[in-house]
Every structure is written in C-alpha cells, then in structure tokens.
C-alpha cells in the first residue's frame, strides 16, 4: 500500500465509532501493515477509539476449547440470539482446523452465511485462520479486538484451545468460555492440568447426546475451582446443544452476568489494564526479544511502568517500540565504535 493510500485515522475512528463496517474491515487492515507510517496511524487510531466511553459497554469473549467440540456452531446459535435481542456482533475466529486445505469443518463464517441469507449489518466476522501461531494466540488479536470492540456491542475471539492458547485468551477477553463435549478425554485431561483455573463460564455442548454431556457436565462442575481469580464467582457449568439450539440463552445469560459481576466488583479497568500491558509486553519482545526489552529497563520495570501509566497503552506500546529502536542504534553505533577501537588498540600493539 502506497503511504498517500493510508487512511486518515482521526477520520476512520469516527466511522468505526458509527457502525460503519467498511471502516471496521479498512482499520483491520490498518493495524496488518506494519510499514512505520502505518503503525503510527495505527496507533493514533487504537488510542482514538481507547478513549471513547462506548468501549466501557462493551464485551469481550473469549469461546475456546478443543477441536470439534461444537465453538463454531455454538458461536453462530449464540449470533443467533444476540441478533435477535438486537446486539450487534463482532466476531475473530481463530481456528487452523477451519482451514479448508486441512480438510477441516466449514469457515465460521460461510456457515452464517448459509444459515443467515441475509446480508446482517449488525454482524462482521473476520477469520484470522491462518495466524494460529503454534501454541498461542497471534498478537494481532489483541488490537484487532479492540478496535472492533470500538464498533460492536460484543466482540467474540474463537480459538482452538491447545493449553497456551487458552492462558493467551484469558489474557485478552473480559469473560472466557470454554466448551467441552460429552465424555471427552479432552475435558477431563483439561480439569487435571492448571488451565481449569482458567475459564470463568463452562459450556458443555451436544447435550442432545443424553448422559454423557450430564456426565460430563457434572465432572466438570465437581472440579471447577470455588474461590481463585475473584472470590464470588461461582463459574457455572452449562448443557447446551447448539445444533437442536437449546440452552444458548442460559448461557448468554451466564456470560453476561460474568460481565456485570466483573464490573460491579470494579475489577473491569483492572483486567483490562492488566491486558494490555501483557499484550505490550508481548508484542515487544516478539519484535525485540528479552534483549530490547532490557535496553528499555528491563521487563519487571516496563511491566510495572504499563500498568500504572494513564496514557493509551497503544501509544505507549508505539513509544518504547520507538526507545528500543533508538536504543538499538546507538548500541550499533557503539558496537562499531568499539570494535573500529580494539582493531586500532591491536594495530598499534
Ligand atoms: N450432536 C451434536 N453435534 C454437534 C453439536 N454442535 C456441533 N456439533 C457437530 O460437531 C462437529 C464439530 O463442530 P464445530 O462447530 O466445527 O466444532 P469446533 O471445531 O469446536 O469449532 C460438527 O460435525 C458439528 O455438526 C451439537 O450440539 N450436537
Ligand atoms: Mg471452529
């Protein structure tokens, strides 16, 4: 992309902030190029939409778990029924085994397509398909949920939950539901592991399987933890079936009374706070590596640094980027230097 064909950011706020989906698509594709010109806009736009209140109403879900178990088609029962109490919809779906040429199941979103024949303005779904990074989550989702968020009343991230991935999503949405199946060795090898700790609402899906899912459903519910991130939550397990479509609406009720108790608790700014500076902390040292972050005074230092800072983390994100690279320079500079010495120390020895 040509820099003159780089959008306005101050403009492009304003029509994401509207609804206007084709901004939404031109500010995703902002944030994908990394050219400088365009990391700058980038960043003024994410600040921009940080500072609008909108944010504040809004929700971020994390769905994940492992293949097959049903996210894709519980994501769109659950679509279904925002659409219907008129809440607009932002979805990121992140699933390698979406991925036609793995054979895998159908694109999330070409099966909205063919159950939804409508064209829906309410609803945008991009699919990052191909960012899975082994392991964990592509850092591009941590701003791309944020813009959309900007935009949407509900901003959905999929992911297929492989251990990393679910510590990363937990670390991006306002509320993580993981989605188990019937007598799955999956499950239980996930409430043995640490990850259990994770999930703040537990949605067992194909319930229409009889026995099995209430089997499941309450192994799960004797293993969920009482008392760890917030004392009160009581991390409810839910049967649902989201192809016979039942039980989407006790969970949507759920997920959102999670929202509210986060919110209540006056924890919603903290999380999020904690968020961002986590994603910045990542993002610099996938750049960096743990030396940048050291010329920058270390990762304790800077992580401490984030939280507390009242400046948009994107802004801040941009301006250590922007110390690393200075840093980087002169310690080039002073690496020739010193080398340029110690040749003419040794000539003259
Ligand atoms: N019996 C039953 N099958 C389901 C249900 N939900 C999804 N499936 C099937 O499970 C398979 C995997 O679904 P998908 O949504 O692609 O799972 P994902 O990999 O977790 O996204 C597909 O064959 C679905 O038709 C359900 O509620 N009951
Ligand atoms: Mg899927």
């Given at each position: 992309?040509?820099q003159a064909?780089?959008?306005d950011?101050?403009q492009?706020?304003?029509?994401i902030?509207?609804?206007e989906?084709a901004a939404?698509a031109?500010?995703?594709?902002?944030?994908?190029?990394k050219l400088?010109d365009a990391?700058r806009?980038a960043?003024?736009?994410?600040a921009l939409l940080?500072?609008?209140?909108r944010?504040?109403n809004?929700?971020?879900i994390?769905?994940?778990g492992?293949?097959g178990?049903?996210k894709s088609?519980?994501?769109?029962?659950?679509i279904r029924?925002?659409?219907?109490?008129g809440k607009t919809?932002g979805?990121?779906?992140?699933?390698?085994?979406?991925?036609?040429e793995?054979?895998?199941g159908?694109?999330?979103g070409?099966r909205?397509?063919?159950?939804n024949v409508?064209?829906?303005?309410?609803l945008f779904?991009?699919s990052?398909?191909?960012r899975?990074?082994?392991g964990?989550v592509?850092?591009e989702?941590?701003?791309m949920?944020?813009?959309?968020?900007?935009?949407?009343?509900?901003?959905v991230?999929?992911t297929?939950?492989v251990g990393?991935?679910e510590i990363?999503?937990?670390e991006?949405?306002?509320?993580?539901?993981?989605?188990?199946q019937?007598a799955s060795g999956?499950a239980i090898q996930y409430l043995?592991?640490g990850?259990?700790?994770?999930?703040?609402?537990?949605?067992?899906n194909k319930s229409?399987l009889?026995?099995?899912a209430?089997?499941?459903?309450?192994?799960i519910?004797?293993?969920?933890?009482?008392?760890?991130r917030?004392?009160?939550?009581?991390y409810?397990?839910?049967?649902v079936?989201?192809?016979?479509n039942t039980?989407i609406?006790p969970?949507?009720d759920?997920?959102?009374?999670h929202r509210?108790?986060v919110?209540e608790a006056?924890l919603?700014?903290?999380?999020?706070?904690?968020h961002?500076a986590?994603?910045?902390m990542?993002?610099?040292k996938?750049?960096f590596?743990t030396?940048?972050?050291e010329?920058?005074?270390g990762?304790?230092?800077?992580s401490?640094?984030?939280?507390q800072?009242?400046?948009?983390h994107f802004?801040?994100?941009e301006?250590?980027?922007?110390r690393?690279?200075?840093r980087f320079q002169?310690?080039?500079?002073?690496?020739?230097?010193t080398?340029?010495e110690h040749?003419?120390?040794q000539?003259?020895v």
């Amino acid at each position: 992309m040509r820099q003159a064909d780089l959008p306005d950011p101050d403009q492009l706020a304003l029509r994401i902030q509207r609804g206007e989906r084709a901004a939404v698509a031109g500010g995703l594709n902002l944030l994908d190029n990394k050219l400088p010109d365009a990391r700058r806009r980038a960043a003024r736009l994410l600040a921009l939409l940080s500072a609008e209140r909108r944010l504040n109403n809004g929700h971020l879900i994390g769905v994940t778990g492992p293949p097959g178990t049903g996210k894709s088609t519980l994501v769109c029962a659950m679509i279904r029924e925002w659409r219907r109490v008129g809440k607009t919809v932002g979805v990121l779906a992140v699933d390698p085994s979406s991925r036609p040429e793995l054979g895998g199941g159908a694109l999330l979103g070409d099966r909205i397509r063919i159950k939804n024949v409508s064209y829906d303005e309410g609803l945008f779904i991009r699919s990052l398909a191909n960012r899975n990074q082994l392991g964990g989550v592509a850092t591009e989702v941590w701003p791309m949920s944020w813009l959309m968020l900007a935009c949407f009343d509900i901003v959905v991230i999929e992911t297929v939950g492989v251990g990393q991935t679910e510590i990363d999503i937990a670390e991006v949405a306002d509320t993580v539901c993981y989605v188990a199946q019937p007598a799955s060795g999956d499950a239980i090898q996930y409430l043995k592991s640490g990850i259990i700790e994770i999930p703040d609402v537990f949605a067992v899906n194909k319930s229409d399987l009889g026995a099995p899912a209430q089997k499941t459903a309450a192994e799960i519910g004797r293993s969920a933890p009482r008392q760890d991130r917030h004392e009160e939550w009581d991390y409810p397990v839910c049967l649902v079936s989201a192809a016979m479509n039942t039980g989407i609406k006790p969970l949507l009720d759920h997920i959102k009374r999670h929202r509210s108790f986060v919110a209540e608790a006056g924890l919603l700014d903290k999380l999020r706070s904690r968020h961002h500076a986590a994603w910045v902390m990542r993002l610099l040292k996938e750049e960096f590596g743990t030396f940048g972050l050291e010329l920058v005074g270390g990762m304790a230092a800077v992580s401490e640094r984030l939280v507390q800072h009242q400046t948009p983390h994107f802004e801040e994100y941009e301006h250590l980027r922007q110390r690393v690279l200075s840093r980087f320079q002169s310690e080039k500079q002073f690496s020739k230097f010193t080398k340029k010495e110690h040749s003419d120390e040794q000539a003259t020895v």
